[in-house]
């Protein structure tokens, strides 16, 4: 009788399906293995939010309201931005303060050492362009100027140039204290994230998501929720970087208004945002379009659904 | 006896197919010709905005008078915009800079406050829109 004896070997057949067996398994995890390294980057890219929406408090906390969109009709540093202003406030001080010592009429022109530092707190590990220079016109003084991967809510319509409020948090001279959060800080949406075309500084772009020296009126300081994120509508602002970029298509307008970026990421099926209330929501693609409407505005009396 | 060797095909298809279920609404690949006072539109834009507002916008760029992209069914608001230089002018608004100044040449009743429709279902996935400036 074969199974009576003590034996000493497998047979050929036993090794093949032990073999089959873990070829299968493999095959399995092989793939989930490369899914986990897109959750660990966007961990991190969710981390940067917390960072800069707990920056934003404190901001707050300080001088009793949040920072400006941007600004251009100071003295210095026009077109200077939220993301400048943050600084002190996510460990950024001694950069700061070296920005603070130049006296550049406009902030295309500031020190190139300032311009160019690219801080690791304003970078999404899932863009691969990054760090990244450009949004902010071609090469001036030096420098090509940071651009960054994270943007500040303007509402739910398109982003005009002019001082008007724009309905969001944030948006050109805006001033917006937390008593102007009627909607509630947990349905209204303060910073996402997009995409920044590209590392190099090529094209000379004006205006693309993250352009924060100099491309703010062009619309490089925020976004809108006009429509859903990771939209296959093109964004609109001054200059694209590029305009047929896969997953951010663009369209260069060459004049002031009519601006439009929409929140846009390399993270499978949405994108991250840290809410007013500080903390951070994977928004989906496929939201419901009069939801993401209402996360936009601060004010806009709206029922927020389930998101 | 009853022959067990179709049902064990079926078996192993149904678990090869398991997962390949279609998500999220159909999309159809819409096709279609743009033109403006009888003549092709150059290099534009086309957009479809969902009519009832509950869902994204499709986009897509229009090409030598055609255009084709990805949209979901539905009953369609249309946006058509195409840009041109403005001969002779210059754009300052960042210093330092002259850049050619530039305009929307297509009539507002066809984008920003559009009057275009357009329904897209399984047996209509095409359309034309033949644009005028008066």
Redesign the interface.
Known sequence: MVWSRSRKAFTLVELLVVIAIIGVLVALLLPAVQAAREAARRAQCTNNLKQIGLALHNYHDTFRRFPYGYIETTELHRRTTWMQEIWPFIELGTLYDLYMQDTSL?I?DVNPEVRDAQPAAFQCPSDGFQPAFGGS?GR?SGADGFQGSYVVCTGKDIMYYGTRDLGGMFYRRSSVTFGDIIDGTSNTLMVSESIVRGSHNANSG?GGAGGYW?GA?HGGYGFTTL??PN????DRV??CKSELFPRA?C??????DDHRNFARSYHPGGVNAVLADGSVRFIT??I???TYHALGTRSGMEVVGPF | MINVRPLLVLLVATLLLVGCAPS?PPMYTVTGTVTFDGQPVAAG?I?FR?AT?????????IVNGEYS??SSPGSKIVEISA?RDVPGKV?T?????E?????QYIPAVYNTETTLTADISADSRSADFSLTSD
């Open positions: 406009w295309m016109g001036r004006w100099g009126p429509e859903p939209s296959p509508v093109p001054y200059q298509p369209i260069s307008t060459l004049n002031t693609d496929t419901a379009l009069p | 999220g834009d957009l969902d507002g509950q869902t994204r916008s499709y986009a897509g760029k992209f990805e840009m754009d608004s960042n210093p330092g800079e850049v050619p100044l530039r305009e």
